[in-house]
């Protein structure tokens, strides 16, 4: 807005001087002039700080309600008729308010200098308001530039942090031991696990340049890591998962589910007496993923799951004006996760 008040502060004088070299009379003695200069160099300040303070609310209105990075095809529209309509009317009252100072000298005729004064309000107004615009536009890309090489710094971070979780020596130690477990009582199984192991990682390198994934294919990216989890749990995990088909083509982080049903197996208590419930709905443009809390009781910090939670937070800051939502009950833990609709 600052930009605003310093092109038209140079307004009056862009004004003046073409007024100048069209209305004043060559053969005017100098006190003619005199009077002339005073006269014209009023009526533009004024009118040039009218429009001043006018642009300013105008524009702030514009950008608080219809701001030009999603509503760009309404802002522009109401901004120059806005223009084309307040600019003749300040010019209009302007020249009213000088008729009793009104002097000799240029034409005589009241409302063809009124139409002038009209046309040149106009024209100014409008290309001062687009060099500030262009101005804020420029700055907004400049922005967007900064965040988009910010983004891609997490995005690679978020993929160390899957890949550094996933190949951590306790991921690898259980899934292993459970593939030995049921290689000699049930090869068919083993094979599927093994093929589901395997998905886990090329998942990981099919979407490590992905910013954002449907919800429909992040409920297929956590399809194998769930399958090899009730593997190991058995009955004791139950993932219930109640997604409406209308959300399927919603945005969201890729991988933002297994890290949370990772964080659920990791500090909660999994057994035939305190079987471990994960359910996956969405509410509005949330999606909500709950278990019921039965913390360890010595439970080891591990920093991999502070940083992954930190890390989602962060991706979505980047991304998006709602952040996720960690809330923990005395019965449940639940996070909301914003879903994206573009």
Not at 142 to 161: C, D, G, P, V, Y
Request: proline share 4%; glycine share 2%; hydrophobic share 45%.
């Amino acid at each position: 807005m600052a930009c605003v008040l310093g092109i038209t502060f140079f307004m009056p004088s862009y004004m003046f001087i073409l007024n100048y070299l069209l209305e004043h009379p060559k053969a005017a003695n100098f006190w003619s002039s005199c009077n002339w200069f005073a006269f014209n160099l009023s009526m533009t300040f004024l009118m040039a700080f009218s429009l001043m303070i006018i642009n300013v609310f105008t524009l702030h209105y514009l950008e608080a309600n219809y701001p030009w990075r999603t509503k760009w095809k309404v802002h522009l529209p109401l901004e120059i008729i806005a223009i084309l309509i307040y600019a003749p009317l300040v010019a209009i009252v302007v020249h009213l308010l000088f008729i009793p100072f009104r002097m000799s000298g240029g034409s005589n005729d009241l409302l063809v200098d009124i139409f002038k004064s009209e046309l040149y309000a106009v024209i100014f107004n409008l290309a001062i308001v687009a060099m500030y615009e262009g101005a804020y536009l420029f700055k907004q890309w400049r922005t967007a530039l900064i965040e988009t090489e910010r983004l891609q710094k997490e995005n690679i971070r978020s993929q160390f942090e899957t890949l550094r979780t996933q190949i951590n020596p306790h991921f690898l130690f259980n899934s292993l031991n459970t593939l030995v477990g049921i290689v000699q009582t049930n090869p068919e199984q083993a094979v599927v696990f093994i093929k589901e192991f395997a998905k886990v990682y090329r998942n990981v390198l099919d979407h490590k340049d992905s910013l954002l994934i449907t919800l429909e294919d992040e409920l297929k990216l956590i399809n194998s890591f769930v399958f090899l989890q009730k593997i190991r749990f058995g009955d004791n995990l139950k993932v219930d998962i109640q997604v409406d088909k209308a959300k399927l083509h919603f945005l969201l982080p890729p991988f933002s589910l297994q890290l949370l049903i990772e964080n659920a197996l990791k500090h909660n208590v999994v057994s035939s007496k305190k079987p471990l419930t994960i359910s996956i709905k969405n509410e509005s443009d949330y999606l909500i993923v709950s278990n019921n809390l039965q913390k360890r009781l010595n439970e080891e910090e591990d920093n991999s799951t502070g940083i992954g939670l930190k890390n989602l937070k962060t991706r979505y800051e980047m991304i998006s004006l709602i952040e996720p939502e960690f809330v923990q009950t005395e019965a449940e833990y639940i996070a909301k996760i914003p879903l994206i609709n573009e």
